[in-house]
């Protein structure tokens, strides 16, 4: 029921944007949205969460400054605008709602969230 999109081959420094839809007539519009992703060989990992009215973010370090999350409860999508990509950067990115719409301090766990989608391929070259 969560559809993301957007992914593909980018060189360092491009940019990209991730879209995460919601379908099958749920709405996530409550709920809070989280981007995680997984490199080859690696375990998932956080990478962004949003609240349920798109006021509040939360990033992990290695993004700040590059990625910004947002929403449009109009149109059921979260947003991951990611620039200046880096070759670690590199992964399948998730997008996943947690039914709790507030951020707290476990946004970035995964086991946190309720529904996931079926993540898009982020590839960035050197």
């Known amino acids: 029921q969560l559809q993301a999109s957007g992914g593909g081959l980018v060189q360092a420094g491009g940019s990209l944007r991730l879209s995460c839809a919601a379908s099958?007539?749920?709405?996530?519009?409550?709920?809070?949205m989280g981007w995680f992703r997984q490199a080859p060989g690696k375990e998932r990992e956080f990478v962004a969460a949003?609240?349920?009215?798109?006021?509040?973010?939360y990033y992990t370090d290695s993004v700040k400054g590059r990625f910004t999350i947002s929403r449009d409860n109009a149109k059921n999508t979260v947003y991951l605008q990611m620039n200046n990509l880096k070759p670690e950067d590199t992964a399948v990115y998730y997008c996943?709602?947690?039914?709790?719409?507030?951020?707290?301090?476990?946004?970035?766990?995964?086991?946190?969230?309720?529904?996931w989608g079926q993540g898009t391929l982020v590839t960035v070259s050197s």
């Open positions: 099958g007539g749920r709405t996530f519009n409550n709920y809070a």
């Open positions: 996943a709602a947690d039914t709790y719409g507030i951020l707290d301090s476990s946004a970035s766990d995964y086991e946190n969230y309720d529904y």
């Open positions: 949003i609240n349920w009215s798109g006021d509040s973010t």
